[in-house]
C-alpha cells in the first residue's frame, strides 16, 4: 500500500495521522511475520529515538479499535500483530515461536458445517480461526 493510502485509511477511522502512528501501521502491514510490540519498536526507534514502548502500546490499541490490525496470541503468551484482515488461521512453530498466515476454504467449509450441524447450546459463534500449532522442519 503506497503512503498516501495509509494516511487515507488512519484518517477515514477518525484517528489523527501522526509520523508515529504511520510508521506503526507501515511496519505491521510490511512485515507480515506477525511482529511483537517490541519488534515493532525496535523498528520505530530506528526513526523515533525517544519514543516510550507505552506509546507504541497505545498506538497498536488505537488501529486494533479502528480494526485495522488484529491481534494472534500465540501458545507461549506472546502477543503478536498482523494488518491481514481477510479470514485465515495460522500455523504456528511451537520451536521457532514464527506465525504463518494459512488460508483454506476447504478447512472453513468443514469446521463452519460442523458447527452449523453440531450447535453449541445457548451459544452464538461469531467466528473461527484455528491455530495449528506444529513445527517446521527446516
Known amino acids: ?25 507501515e511496519i505491521i502491514l510490511k512485515h507480515n511475520n506477525h511482529p511483537t510490540a517490541e519488534e515493532i519498536m525496535a523498528y520505530v526507534k530506528k526513526k523515533f529515538p525517544n519514543i516510550a514502548i507505552g506509546t507504541i502500546y497505545k498506538i497498536i490499541d488505537s488501529l ?6 488484529t ?4 501458545d507461549k503468551d506472546i502477543m503478536r500483530y498482523e494488518a ?10 511451537s520451536k521457532s515461536d514464527i506465525v504463518i498466515d494459512y488460508f483454506n476454504q476447504d478447512i472453513d467449509k ?7 450441524k453440531n ?3 445457548d451459544f452464538e459463534i461469531e467466528d473461527i480461526k484455528l491455530q495449528i500449532i506444529g513445527c517446521f522442519k527446516k
Open 1 to 25: 500500500m503506497k503512503k498516501r493510502e495509509l494516511i487515507n485509511k488512519l484518517a477515514e477511522t477518525g484517528l489523527r495521522v501522526t509520523p508515529q502512528r504511520l510508521l506503526v501501521y
Open 84 to 93: 491481514v484482515l481477510s479470514h485465515h488461521h495460522h500455523l504456528y512453530c
Open 119 to 121: 450447535k453449541i447450546p
Open 71 to 74: 491481534r494472534v496470541k500465540t
Open 110 to 116: 468443514i469446521v463452519t458445517d460442523y458447527f452449523n
Open 64 to 69: 486494533i479499535e479502528k480494526k485495522l490490525i
